[in-house]
């Protein structure tokens, strides 16, 4: 099937509704009927101490590429929103760009499962992080 929403659709909408995602340089790049790819360019303003990439950051990547996974299936509804979210952090994230790839696990009338996994933008490397999540999706 086919995705019920495009990559221009979905950035014009998270741009507009959320527009934090754009000033952070958060964008997809790929989305098909229940999965997502969204990248983030990663700026000194997302480092830790220690020199790494902060786990807020990773989280809210994650979080942004369960929405566009929601979104793929059901439309652009702009207030389908999280429930429920978890994330493992799998080792130390580089200060390099990073990727969200997410899939639909389940999607039901009223709640939506889903999961993400993130790498380094090259995806040269194990997984950074592996979230999962629910959305409420609102009535029609």
Known sequence: MEAKITVDEFNTL???ELPQTAELG???TDIGWGTATLRL???DSMVRPGGT?????MMLLADANMYAVVLSQIGAVALAV??????NFLR???MEDIVAEGRMIKLGKRLAVLETTIFTADRD??????ATGTYSIPPA
């Open 92 to 94: 130390r994230p580089p």
């Open 125 to 130: 490397h194990e997984p950074l992080a592996h």
């Open 53 to 57: 990439l902060s786990g807020p950051t």
């Open 26 to 28: 958060m964008w997809a």
């Open 82 to 87: 999280t429930t429920s979210f978890n994330i």
């Open 14 to 16: 998270v741009h507009r």
């Open 41 to 43: 360019k990663v700026n």
